[in-house]
């Protein structure tokens, strides 16, 4: 027995077996192991892209005064249809982290689920709890200088005709409609970088680089900003005529007399007509109220002025009149209450009313038109009046010959206002 023995200890004959016995434990366990990590990374990404999705809806249902709450909800009810994801008691857990450099309404977002792995459930107690954490944010995105308030269903900006359009900056239509930008024929040529509409956009509009369409909406920039009232100290508001004085230079056949008009701050002076039928006129630097009356210069009259913000306003406010005929280079000033204003229509003007921007090859309009209720046209050649302007109108209309930017050498009072996109940023 002793030398069977003996025999059998030095048989190596079954090595392999034996080996292959002892290796198989860690075979399985890594191949278990293995099948787990892939199936618990699908599941962190599934729920990684739920809480990103749940993020964002929450960032927009803040951004349009909805309830955030339900938003996430209904985004997480819709995710959870197609991963089968169930999330744990007291899940999600929505925060709102402060604001932060350019980063604003944020809404954080935490989901937790517990899933059975098939391998490490052999040993382990309980299922693994996995969470993912997602934060989004409103940040600062396009600068357009023309821009269409309206949030109705109603085109925002209409390219019509054969009109020219030369835009050195990005569109923004807040319309809901489809499409919110619209064309008219073929025969038009609008240039512009970028085009964003709150509904839908044509498939191409010829000249522009980059659609954006179903954007978020954004709030009117200058809503609530600036008071359009009449200050009580201006009294009773006088004819146009009425609020003019006279300079003179030099003598004799040499002597020329200029006509200006009295702005409030030099006078303490608004308007009950505005409405001009030839001749020159300056305008003082400072604000001129308007009171129920057109802004008109239909009559092939020559404005200049510096430093000038027009206020149409009253019970009945008036709008832009001017006509191809007429030389307007009017200014905004560069500081103070209406620092890059130009024009200024209060909230309470008829919607949709018309405002026409028609100047001659002479005419320059520097700084912003604000039109919150009425429709902005640009018509007949007012291309190079347009160069330093931003224009934001409840609706805008282009059938001429128009040149807005904001980068021209010699613009004074040319601004933008930033829209706003909602983004990931943790």
């Known amino acids: ?12 004959r079954g090595n392999a077996l034996v080996i292959a016995g002892a290796a198989l434990p860690v075979v399985v366990g890594g191949a278990g192991l293995a099948t787990d990590t892939i199936q618990w990374v699908l599941w962190k990404r599934e729920l990684q892209r739920a809480a990103d999705s749940a993020a964002i809806a929450g960032v927009n249902a803040k951004a349009q ?7 996430i909800t ?3 009810g819709e995710n959870n249809n197609h991963t089968g994801n169930s999330l744990l008691s007291g899940y999600p857990q929505i925060t ?4 932060s450099g350019n980063f604003s309404n944020q809404v954080q977002v935490t989901l937790a689920i517990q899933k059975s792995l098939g391998f490490s459930s052999l040993f382990l107690s309980s299922a693994p709890t996995i969470t993912a954490t997602a934060t989004a944010a409103e940040v600062p995105a396009l600068n357009p200088c023309a821009r269409a308030l309206v949030t109705t269903n109603t085109p925002g900006v209409t390219i019509g005709g054969s009109s020219t359009t030369n835009l050195g900056c990005p569109v ?4 809901t409609g489809n499409p919110a930008v619209t064309t008219n024929g073929g025969a038009y040529t609008f240039t512009a970088p970028t085009v964003a509409g709150v509904g839908s956009l044509p498939s191409a509009i010829t000249g522009v680089t980059t659609l954006l369409p179903h954007y978020l909406s954004q709030p009117d920039p200058y809503a609530g900003k600036y ?17 003019t004085y006279t300079t003179s230079t030099g003598t004799g056949q040499n002597k020329v007399t200029t006509t200006h008009l009295y702005s409030y701050e030099t006078k303490g002076v608004c308007y009950s007509n505005f ?16 009171d129920s009356a057109d802004f008109d210069t239909t009559g092939g009259t020559t404005l200049y002025g510096t430093g000038v913000t027009i206020i149409l306003t009253g019970t009945s406010p008036g709008s832009i009149k001017t006509n191809g005929n007429s030389t307007i280079q009017l200014s905004a000033p560069t500081s103070g209450a209406y620092q890059n204003m130009l024009f200024i229509q209060s909230s309470n003007a008829t919607l949709n009313n018309g405002n026409t921007i028609n100047g001659d090859s002479n005419s320059k309009l520097d700084g912003t038109i604000y039109m919150p209720s009425g429709q902005l046209s640009f018509s007949g050649s007012s291309a190079d009046a347009t160069k330093c302007l931003q224009a934001i109108g409840w609706t805008l209309n282009f059938t001429g010959n128009t040149n807005i930017q904001n980068n021209t050498t010699g613009c004074t009072a040319a601004t933008t206002s930033s829209t706003k996109a909602v983004r990931l940023v943790a």
Do not use: H
Request: net charge positive; glycine share 8%.
């Open 1 to 12: 027995m002793i030398r069977f023995l003996r025999k059998l200890w030095k048989d190596r």
């Open 65 to 71: 005064g909805e309830t955030v709450s339900t938003a």
């Open 74 to 76: 209904a985004d997480l």
């Open 96 to 99: 709102y982290p402060a604001d």
């Open 172 to 175: 923004m239509s807040n319309s």
């Open 227 to 243: 008071s359009t009232s009449i200050p009580s100290s201006a009294g009773n508001c006088k004819n146009l005529n009425q609020n």
């Open 275 to 290: 409405k001009f039928t030839g001749g020159t006129y300056y305008l003082d630097a400072g604000t001129y109220y308007i």
